[in-house]
């Protein structure tokens, strides 16, 4: 089983767009997959409630912290015979939970809104996941997607700036587009929709699928490559590096 992990700390980022999309795509290829949602507001979980009875499968692993009489381990059993696992990450995860989620983890996506607070906020993210010893150990591969992406916003300069002195790819520009949110609300991924209606933001994600299922994708975890370039990395303006 291949355990993909969504993150950022910053709500509004695109990560259940990210894990619906991806989620879709394997199921189109009838592969099994499972979405894990450790967001309260359970919106990947709402996604899938509204899937229609014959798509192919994809199943739902509640993993929201515990209240009241949940019973968290049942609700959150992954299917063996799973060979995907997506992970929508609440906003603001920290401490016990951001470990336990990362100890499932074979790589990491970062989606990212282009505003320079949401800019600087993943960059600092970046470099502490970076430092962690659980993702130098394990070599988790991470990489980095610019979302809600519009011609009329700022680049990604520096974002891209401090990606590439730590050699972290930038795997795609999502743009902000209403299929998204159409695919949301329906239950459907971008691979399952129409191909008239979803060609150019399937396009756009597909890079993000292939790096998330490709074996040959670089491993840029280990203790040799990531500290020494953590020393050497170009921090965008107002993140300090320590």
Known sequence: MNSTLVINPKGGSGKTTVTTSLASYFAAKSVAVTVMDYDPQGSSLNWLHLREPFRNRIYAANAAPQRGNRLRGIEMHVPPDTRQLIIDAPAGASGLLLQEMLSRADCIVVP?????IDIHATANFIRDLLLTGRIRMRNIRLAVVANKVRNSMPTYEPLERFLKSLSLPLLARLCDSDVYLRAVESG????EMDTTTSEAEREQFRPIAEWVEGPQALLVGTDRKIVP??????????IASH
């Open 112 to 116: 990212v809104a282009p505003s320079a």
């Open 188 to 191: 459907l991924g971008l691979f």
């Open 229 to 238: 370039l953590l020393s050497r990395a170009r921090f965008p303006a107002g």
